[in-house]
Each structure stands twice: as C-alpha cells, then as structure tokens.
C-alpha cells in the first residue's frame, strides 16, 4: 500500500537551498494551550517551527529525539554531533517550536515542543476550530500521557490533503504519538517508504521498527468502539474511555481522524 500520494521532494538536488534553520517569529496561537501557568506568560513562547522542516538535519534530529530512534543518524548519513544546533533551537525555552498540520473541518494537529523550565516535553494537541480549548492528545515527558492515535488514523492523517507537507512528512510527524496492538505488518513498509522519500539511504527498516516499537512512553495500546466512539485501552491515554475528556471530545477527535 502506497503512502505517497503527492509528488516527493528531491531531497538529493533541493536541499541545497533549504539550509536554513529558524523558527517564524510570527507567534502561534492554539486556544487555551498557556492557560493555567504560573505566572502567565507576558509574550507567548509558541512560534511556528515549520521553516526548521526545511533543513536538511530536520529530520534525523526530530526522529532521535521526539521518536527515539537511535538509529536515525546513520540512516540520514549525519554525525550525531551535527544535529547539536537544531537540537538546542527544539529546546529553546524562550521559542516553543511548533509543527502544524490542517486536518478536516478547519482543524489543526499541533506537535509542540514544551520547553518550560522543569517541565519539558513534546505535546500532541488538537486544535477543533471552533474557537474553543485545544484538546490534549499525547504528552511525552516523564508523566507520560498517551498514545494518541490508532495505526488507521495516523495513515488516514498523513494522507489529508496538504499545500505545506507531504504524506511523507505527515506520517513521520504522527507517528511517535501511535502505539497500537493490531498495526498491520505493512506499517514498517509504510515508514520505510516515507524514510526513504526524506533522504534515509541505510538502516531504514532499522529506523522504522525503532520508531513503531519505542518503550520510552507506552507500550502498544488496543483500541475498540465503546459508545460508537474509539478510545484507547490503555490507563495512560487521554483518549480513554470515561477519562478527563468529555464524550463529545472523544467524538470529535474520533470523527476528525476516522480512516
């Protein structure tokens, strides 16, 4: 089964002139994401990180840090001592990267990089359109909140239509998130092929199953169908059902990821 639905990016003759690596100063906004810190921020510390998406290290220093894999830098080809730079600018603490996708219904899945003074991490959030609180999906940090996805809505997420993204980076952005007990075998093919569309040359069924099987959060979780709403079965997921999201949540979530 084909991930790539849109033409790929030459990542052999195009990165030359996508070298560049910052952050937009623009801020980012996401409904209710800073509420509840003490003390509240003066100036918001989000801001869009989709022009670090444009360098070359991108991916290989996402992948190691945010999706454990330690095999990603011999996958790309890089030293390991290269990614230091974008690294401390994913760990910045006055600039919170934040990597957006557009997802049906006007509504945006936001990974941001949680840089706050002993409380570091990566969260998942949703972002319903609507004017109303972002809704968390998945918190990687040492009290761990998650998985967020299912195998089926990460692959159906990767493939929404995109002006800014490709599948291939869709996918890699989504899958750290997802731990799911009955992912097909073609999973690993899946990532392999949106690997190989970012540059990976070695080691990428390597890299793919590091990334499908990491422990450093949760273990893979079930999911099923309770009150026609799909919920994860695990005691860590925000997505559980009769946790601390209200079942019109859970449905919305559901219904904005639905293969």
Same mark, same amino acid.
């Given at each position: 089964m084909a991930l790539i639905g849109l033409a790929d990016r030459d990542v052999n003759g195009a990165w030359s002139d996508r070298q560049r690596l910052h952050c937009d100063d623009d801020g980012v906004i996401i409904p209710g994401y800073l509420d509840g810190y003490e003390p509240p921020f003066l100036r918001s510390p989000l801001v869009d990180g989709s022009g670090m998406m444009a360098h070359a290290l991108f991916w290989p220093a996402f992948l190691s840090t945010v999706g454990g894999s330690a095999s990603v830098p011999d996958a790309f080809n890089v030293d390991p001592a290269d990614l230091e730079q974008i690294v401390d600018t994913f760990l910045d603490p006055h600039s919170w990267p934040v990597f957006s996708l557009?997802?049906?219904?006007?509504?945006?899945?936001?990974?941001?990089m949680r840089n706050f003074e002993d409380d570091g991490g990566v969260d998942y959030v949703l972002d319903p359109?609507?004017?109303?609180?972002s809704i968390p999906l998945a918190a990687m940090e040492g009290h761990f909140r998650g998985p967020a996805f299912a195998w089926p809505e990460v692959v159906a997420a990767a493939?929404?239509?995109?002006?800014?993204?490709?599948?291939?980076?869709?996918?890699? %952005?989504?899958?750290? &998130?997802? &731990?799911?007990?009955?992912?097909?075998?073609?999973?690993?093919? %899946?990532?392999?092929?949106?690997?190989? &569309?970012?540059?990976?040359?070695?080691?990428?069924h390597q890299v793919s199953?590091?990334?499908?099987?990491?422990?450093?959060?949760?273990?893979?979780?079930?999911?099923?169908?309770?009150?026609?709403?799909?919920?994860?079965?695990?005691?860590?997921?925000y997505r559980r059902h009769g946790g601390e999201l209200s079942q019109e949540q859970l449905h919305l979530i559901a219904d904005t990821l639905q293969p």
């Open positions: 557009p997802l049906p219904a006007h509504r945006r899945l936001h990974v941001i359109g609507t004017g109303d609180a493939r929404q239509p995109d002006p800014d993204h490709t599948p291939a980076e869709r996918l890699l %952005l989504l899958i750290p &998130a997802c &731990a799911d007990t009955n992912r097909p075998r073609e999973a690993v093919d %899946l990532v392999t092929e949106a690997l190989t &569309a970012l540059g990976a040359r070695s080691h990428v199953n590091e990334l499908l099987n990491s422990r450093r959060y949760w273990t893979p979780c079930r999911w099923a169908n309770i009150d026609d709403v799909l919920v994860g079965l695990g005691s860590h997921t």
